[in-house]
Nanobody, 114 residues
Framework: QVQLVESGGGLVQAGGSLRLSCAAS???????MAWYRQAPGKQRELVAD???????NYADSVKGRFTISRDNAKNTVDLQMITLRPEDTAVYYCNAKIKVIDYWGKGTLVTVSS
């Protein structure tokens, strides 16, 4: 079993920055690691993902503002967020895939005030 633990959420003013981090409890060769978010009353959506080879993919709404990175040796994935907007307010979840199995963290709350 793999546990993912997120950290780094909090309250920030619009225009500010936050860095989210996620660490896996065990060492695995995750094919893809990702960040998702779920705002109140909305479905969970993909924010960004990154393959083991370093290829990245971003939601249109965060392109140019968020950067995903991973450390394969440490089994960590980070999300650097700048120029935050009130609409970025959500619970952010770490996700890691091993073949067809998805693992999820419990989430960390990001609140952006206007």
């Amino acid at each position: 079993q793999v546990q993912l633990v997120e950290s780094g959420g909090g309250l920030v003013q619009a225009g500010g920055s936050l860095r989210l981090s996620c660490a896996a409890s065990r060492s695995f060769s995750f094919s893809v690691m990702a960040w998702y978010r779920q705002a109140p009353g909305k479905q969970r959506e993909l924010v960004a993902d990154i393959t083991s080879g370093g290829s990245t993919n971003y939601a249109d709404s965060v392109k140019g503002r968020f950067t995903i990175s991973r450390d394969n040796a440490k089994n960590t994935v980070d999300l650097q967020m700048i120029t935050l907007r009130p609409e970025d307010t959500a619970v952010y979840y770490c996700n890691a895939k091993i073949k067809v199995i998805d693992y999820w963290g419990k989430g960390t709350l990001v609140t952006v005030s206007s």
